[in-house]
C-alpha cells in the first residue's frame, strides 16, 4: 500500500498540475469576449465525438494489455513479446471500419446537427485525426502500466496534453491565429503526447514490437479473443453514456447550452482527479493481486481508495459550491455560464457517489467476473440514453444531469451488492459517515460567516475557511490512514529545508 500511495500521489501531483493549466484553459475559452459559448461547445463535441469514434475502433485492446501483459512479461523474452503488435494490429482495423461507417453515416449526421449546430457539421471531419491519436494513446497507456508508468502516462494525459492546448489557446487569444487554425491546431493535442511516450519508451528500450505470434498469445488466444469481443462493448458503453449529453444538446438546444454544460462538467471533474491518478496505479497491482488471489490485498486496496476518494470529492465539491456564483462575476467569466450552477450540483452529487465507492470497477474488470462490468454498463446505458434525451426535451440543460444521477446511483448500488455477495466485500466504514457530516457542518459555517463577504475577499475568505476546518477534521479524527503518513513526510521535507 505504501507503494502505491506514493505513485499515487506523483500522480496526483501531475494530475493537479494539469488541472491548473486546464482551468487557464477553460478560463480563456469562457472568459467574456475571447470565445463564445458555442465556440467552446464545439471543441468539446468534438472532443467527445473523437472518443466515440476512438471507442469503437478500440475492439478491447487495451484491456487485453492490462490483463494480459503479465503473462507475457513472465513467460516471453523482450523480443518476442508480440501484444503490443497484435493491440496495434487489431485497433487499426478497427479504426478504418469506424471511420467507414461514419463516412457513410454523413447524411444522418448533418440532419441530426445541421439545424441548431450548423458549425459541428462544419467541422465534424476533424474528428477522425483526433481520434486516430487518441487510439494510439490508449493503447500506449496501457501498455506502459506494465512497466509501472502510470505516473508517466498521468503527466502526460493532464499535464503535457494541457500545456499544449494552452499555447494553441494562447495563439487565438492574441489573435495570432484565426478560428479555423486553432480548431485544426487544437486537433492534434493528443498527437503530441504521442510522440514524446514513444520517444520515452523507445529511449529506455521498452518499446517492444513482434509482429511473430508469440506462444503465450496462442496458447491465450481464446481468452485473447473473449475478453476482447467483451471489453470492446464495456468501452464502446462507457464512452457513448459519457459523450451522450453533449450529443443530445447539441442535437435537440444548441452548441452553446452544450458548452455551458461542458464548463460545468469541468468543474466535476475537479473531484475526480485523485480517481484517475488510483485508476492508473492500481489497476496491474489489482490485475497482479488476483493471478496470486491476494484477496486482503484487494480489500484493502478496495476501503483505502473508497475512503480516500470520498474525502477528496466532499471537499473540492464544496469548495466550489461555495464560490460558484461569485468567482464567474469576479473572474468576468461569459455570465451564461451561470446557468450551469446546478448542472455541477447534481453532477457532483453523482461524482460523490462515484468516488464514495472507490475502485469498485477495477476491482471487477480485473477479476473472473469481468463480464459482469459489461452487462452492468449496458445497463447503466440503456438507462442513461433515453432519460437524457427525454428529461433534455422535458427540462432542458438540467435534463442531463438528472438523467446522470438516477442512472449512476442503480449502477452503483449494483456493483456493491455484487462485490459484497461474491467476495464479502464493501468499503464503507464509520468514517465514511463521519466525513460526510463534517464536510456538510463545514460547509453550513463557512457559507453563514461570508454569506455577504463578495469578491476577492469572499472568496479567499471562504475557500481558506473551509481548508482549514477540512483539514482539522481529516488529521484530528484520522479519517484516512494515508494522511497523516503524507503529513509526517511532508513536515520532514520542509524540517530539511529550513535547517539547511
Not at 517492444?208 to 503465450?216: E, G, M, N, Y
Not at 459550491?321 to 464567474?328: S, V
Request: include cysteine; aromatic fraction near 18%; hydrophobic fraction near 50%.
Amino acid at each position: 500500500m505504501s507503494q502505491i500511495r506514493k505513485s499515487s500521489l506523483k500522480a496526483t501531483w501531475w494530475i493537479y498540475l494539469g488541472f491548473l493549466v486546464g482551468a487557464l484553459n477553460v478560463y480563456l475559452l469562457t472568459h467574456n469576449g475571447w470565445f463564445t459559448p458555442e465556440q467552446y461547445g464545439l471543441t468539446t463535441s468534438l472532443r467527445e465525438i473523437s472518443l466515440l469514434i476512438c471507442a469503437f475502433s478500440t475492439f478491447g485492446v487495451t484491456s487485453y494489455l492490462v490483463k494480459f501483459f503479465p503473462y507475457y512479461q513472465d513467460h516471453t523474452l523482450p523480443r518476442d513479446n508480440d501484444a503490443l503488435a497484435l493491440a496495434l494490429k487489431v485497433a487499426m482495423g478497427g479504426f478504418v471500419i469506424t471511420s467507414l461507417v461514419f463516412y457513410l453515416m454523413q447524411p444522418l449526421i448533418i440532419r441530426k446537427f445541421n439545424t441548431n449546430s450548423k458549425m459541428l457539421v462544419e467541422y465534424f471531419y476533424y474528428t477522425l485525426p483526433m481520434a486516430f491519436t487518441i487510439l494510439l494513446f490508449n493503447i500506449l497507456e496501457s501498455y506502459s502500466y506494465a512497466f509501472q508508468k502510470g505516473v508517466l502516462t498521468s503527466f502526460l494525459k493532464e499535464c503535457a496534453l494541457r500545456v499544449f492546448t494552452l499555447a494553441v489557446i494562447v495563439l487565438k487569444v492574441l489573435n495570432i491565429i484565426s478560428f479555423e487554425t486553432f480548431v485544426f491546431l487544437f486537433i492534434l493535442q493528443y498527437g503530441f503526447i504521442v510522440l514524446l511516450l514513444v520517444f520515452i519508451l523507445y529511449k529506455k528500450g521498452e518499446l517492444w514490437l513482434s509482429f511473430k505470434k508469440s506462444r503465450v498469445t496462442h496458447k491465450f488466444r481464446k481468452k485473447i479473443f473473449s475478453i476482447m469481443l467483451l471489453s470492446s462493448f464495456v468501452v464502446i458503453v462507457s464512452v457513448l453514456r459519457s459523450v451522450i449529453d453533449t450529443l443530445v444538446l447539441a442535437s435537440k438546444l444548441d452548441l452553446a447550452k452544450a458548452g455551458i454544460f461542458a464548463f460545468s462538467i469541468y468543474l466535476v471533474s475537479l473531484l475526480q482527479a485523485p480517481y484517475r491518478s488510483i485508476i492508473a496505479i492500481t489497476i496491474p497491482v489489482l490485475s497482479r493481486a488476483w493471478k496470486d488471489k491476494d484477496h486482503h490485498q484487494i480489500s484493502k486496496i478496495y476501503k483505502r481508495s473508497s475512503i480516500n476518494l470520498l474525502s477528496f470529492a466532499l471537499f473540492t465539491f464544496f469548495c466550489i459550491w461555495l464560490n460558484y456564483e461569485d468567482a464567474i462575476r469576479f473572474f468576468n467569466i461569459n455570465p451564461e455560464y451561470l446557468e450551469g450552477k446546478w448542472v455541477f450540483f447534481i453532477i457532483g452529487m453523482v461524482t460523490i457517489i462515484e468516488m464514495g465507492t472507490g475502485v469498485n470497477s477495477q476491482i471487477i474488470g480485473t477479476s473472473v467476473y469481468w463480464r459482469f462490468e459489461l452487462w452492468t454498463s449496458v445497463l447503466l446505458t440503456a438507462l442513461i440514453i433515453p432519460l437524457s434525451y427525454i428529461l433534455t426535451v422535458k427540462y432542458g440543460i438540467i435534463g442531463p444531469a438528472l438523467a446522470n444521477l438516477v442512472s449512476f446511483t442503480i449502477y452503483n448500488a449494483i456493483r456493491y451488492w455484487f462485490l459484497w455477495k461474491k467476495f464479502r466485500l464493501q468499503p464503507f466504514s464509520i468514517k465514511t459517515l463521519e466525513i460526510i457530516i463534517y464536510s456538510f457542518i463545514g460547509y453550513i459555517i463557512t457559507y453563514y460567516i461570508f454569506n455577504n463577504i463578495f469578491g476577492l475577499s469572499g472568496l479567499i475568505g471562504r475557500t481558506l475557511f473551509f481548508i482549514i476546518f477540512f483539514i482539522i477534521i481529516i488529521y484530528s479524527r484520522n479519517i484516512s490512514p494515508d494522511v497523516r503518513p503524507i503529513l509526517t513526510a511532508l513536515n520532514k521535507r520542509i524540517k530539511k529545508i529550513i535547517d539547511k
